[in-house]
């Protein structure tokens, strides 16, 4: 029997790169869907289009993956390369913070401030949204094994 302590998951080379493989196919969904949605009249729609599905799906993989049991073997993998890693990128609130500061330097302050409320409590009622469609998914697989 080994005393020896386990290292972190965050130390772990493999899932530091299932973390990087997510990352990267998220950054390029992320890009390309900046580059082909609309940002009418220079309000950022594409980072709150990107942010609040982001949300969603965050809410739904993590509900979903927590209702099938503890954060090992594939659930951490899944959880790391989709959440962390591609979730991680895909999403962009720093993107939302700097579009929030070229509105209010554009003079802008009032669509500033309704971006912003978009961006935040939209994040919060997508998230839920989110969580509710993983427990309801949840409880739909487990009706048609019973």
Known sequence: MSTKPKRPVHLHWGFIGIVGLGGIGGALVRYG???VLPAPGGWPLPTLFINLTGALALGALLEGLSRRGPDV???????????????????????????????????AAPAAAGYLAASLLGGVVATTAGIWLGAWQHRRVLGRIR
């Open 33 to 35: 869907l900046g580059l």
């Open 73 to 107: 073997g594939r659930r951490r993998v899944l959880r790391l390369a989709l959440g962390t890693g591609f979730l991680g990128a895909y999403t962009t609130y720093s993107t939302l913070s700097l579009d929030a500061v070229h509105l209010f330097a554009a003079g």
